[in-house]
């Protein structure tokens, strides 16, 4: 009898699990891979399109140049997975039946709850978002002069928010644009996660570029045009990039698995408590040891997705799943044309020097985005974006 898989997402979690799924399932599998859009976005290089749209073509990389023509690629709108029934359901209509089901449709941008969070700012989460956000802070530096310049405000200071705001510098330093740009946190520093030797180099390169940071001060209201803080006086704006955090995607709000923040809970075997579903990247929280849950970052979802995928395959032969442990190999960040690395791992080592920039960096952080390309592409396509990472 046929086994029916679907893979649901088309980011690292779907992209990475595609072609481990086509080498580890029987000829008795079915693959059905479903995404709302027919191509891979290199998520994590999306704020380059802040600076430059035409780099778009060279972050993205069409789902039919990653499948092998056996599976079935359904560009789709996923809308809820019946776990019941064992269905997907779409937006169109349709419905997908399955016997295992991958789930790696990513996440939400966060609100907290925040008045007006949810509506006035703009997100960075796909192609259009990050064309969007182009869009808007062009349009801004034209209406603005010298004497009145443009207020763009990033507010989150993590990967996506650092980065975009890099981005946003890099442009208003190419096109001479009478920007002023600030980057809000809520929490005592910029780059949470990271110890003070990261957050002091990002905070001595992003003030570099003259970007104001505003630390320490919870964001209690977003409105049209302005920012409301605990403390801080209300922040007039033209142009608001919020990058606060990840929550699940809506979509997941009625599946029917144990979930928190509409992100679905998974073991270290990226089984949910349904064990037909598995759940990988930022819509999983995967266990880890110490009551740890796994980051939501590109590197973690990359890293799953091939042991979710092997997974799906032992769960059809009725073998014992393997259990995955997120390594972390090391931050890097760029700020505009310049990158950051943090205690980076290459094949097993670490760097002699925990944090640098320069060339090195530059060149490490091009060839992370370049390896994930070449491996759920060929190293001829990786390099054909090289520029643009
Ligand atoms: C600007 C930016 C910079 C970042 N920088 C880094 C970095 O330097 N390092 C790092 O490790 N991480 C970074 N991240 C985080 C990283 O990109 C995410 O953790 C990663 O993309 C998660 O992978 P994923 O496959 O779970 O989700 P995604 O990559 O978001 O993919 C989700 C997929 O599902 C599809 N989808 C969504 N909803 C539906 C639906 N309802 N129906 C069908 N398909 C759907 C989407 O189109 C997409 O194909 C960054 C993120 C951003 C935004």
């Known amino acids: ?126 192609l259009e978002d990050a064309r969007e956000i182009h869009d808007k802070v062009k349009e801004a530096a034209r209406e603005a002069t010298r004497e009145d310049p443009a207020t763009v405000v990033v507010g989150g200071a993590g990967l996506s928010g650092i980065q975009s705001t890099g981005e946003i510098a890099e442009f208003r330093d190419r096109h001479n644009a009478p920007i002023d740009i600030y980057l809000v946190e809520a929490l005592p520093e910029i780059f949470p996660p990271g110890d003070s030797e990261i957050q002091g180099a990002l905070r001595h390169r992003l003030e570099d570029r003259d970007i104001e940071i505003l630390t320490d001060d919870p964001i209690t209201a977003a409105n049209e045009d302005s920012i409301e803080f605990d403390e801080r006086d209300v922040l007039d704006y033209d142009v608001f990039l919020w990058t606060g955090g990840v929550t699940g995607p809506s979509e997941l709000g009625e599946v029917d698995v144990d979930k928190e923040h509409n992100r679905l809970n998974a073991e270290s075997n990226l089984q949910t408590a349904d064990d037909r579903v598995f759940a990988v990247g930022d819509c999983a929280m995967v266990e880890q040891a110490d009551d740890e849950v796994a980051p939501p970052t590109a590197q973690a979802a990359w890293q799953a997705a091939d042991v979710a995928a092997e997974n799906i395959a032992r769960a059809i032969e009725g073998r014992r799943l393997k259990t995955w442990t997120y390594e972390d190999q090391g931050t890097l960040i760029s700020v505009g044309e310049t990158a950051l690395a943090h205690e980076v791992q290459m094949n097993g080592f670490s760097s002699p020097v925990r944090t640098f920039n320069g060339t090195p960096a530059k060149v490490l952080k091009k060839g992370a985005a370049a390896r994930w390309i070449a491996k759920i592409t060929s190293w001829p396509t990786a390099l054909q974006s090289w520029d643009a990472l």
């Open 1 to 126: 009898m046929t086994t029916r898989v679907v893979v649901l997402g088309a980011g690292y979690a779907g992209a990475g699990a595609i072609p481990k799924l086509e080498s580890e399932l029987g000829a008795d599998a079915e693959l059905t891979w479903i995404s709302d859009t027919d191509y891979h976005l290199v998520l994590h290089e999306a704020h380059r399109v802040i600076r430059d749209p035409g780099v778009a073509e060279k972050i993205t990389v069409p789902t039919e140049d990653i499948k092998s023509p056996s599976t079935t690629f359904v560009q789709g709108s996923v809308e809820n997975v019946d776990v019941e029934e064992r269905v997907v359901e779409l937006a169109d209509g349709e419905d997908v039946e399955y016997d295992y089901a991958l789930v790696g449709i990513g996440s939400d941008t966060a609100t907290y709850g925040i008045d007006g969070m949810g509506e006035h700012p703009l997100t960075l989460k796909s």
